[in-house]
């Protein structure tokens, strides 16, 4: 079982900066693959950025030179920094684990685990 918490939303004008949090808790030793991904009113939840259990990383088109998702597993946390931040990033980021378990034999585990979600609005 995993819980995940989003942090750090707000009101932003254009061109101003902020940073999401994603706290994670419960079995964070099971978490591998995690990432960012956001949805506008009206519009389906798209993906914005992934972050491998060895830091490899990938990011929508979009947000590509804007944003930086890292982790520090130590902390059970994955970051979110958005720079150059504009109106049509407007939306309600979540953040998302894959959880996997292994055991002996076929004895596995795998689940995917969503957080409550961050409003970012950007307006002037």
């Known amino acids: 079982q995993v819980q995940l918490v989003e942090s750090g939303g707000g009101l932003v004008q254009p061109g101003e900066s902020l940073r999401l949090s994603c706290a994670a808790s419960?079995?964070?030793?099971?978490?591998?693959?995690m990432g960012w991904y956001r949805q506008a009113p009206g519009t389906q939840r798209d993906l914005v950025a992934t972050?491998?259990?060895?830091?490899?990383?990938t990011y929508a088109d979009s947000v590509k030179g804007r944003f930086t998702v890292s982790r520090d597993d130590a902390k059970s946390i994955m970051y979110l920094e958005m720079n150059s931040l504009k109106p049509e990033d407007t939306a309600v980021y979540y953040c998302?684990?894959?959880?996997?378990?292994?055991?002996?034999?076929?004895?596995?585990?795998?689940?995917?685990?969503w957080g409550q979600g961050a409003q970012v609005t950007v307006s002037s």
């Open positions: 998302r684990a894959d959880y996997r378990r292994v055991g002996k034999g076929w004895d596995r585990e795998q689940a995917v685990f």
């Open positions: 419960g079995r964070t030793n099971n978490i591998n693959d």
């Open positions: 972050i491998t259990k060895d830091g490899s990383t």
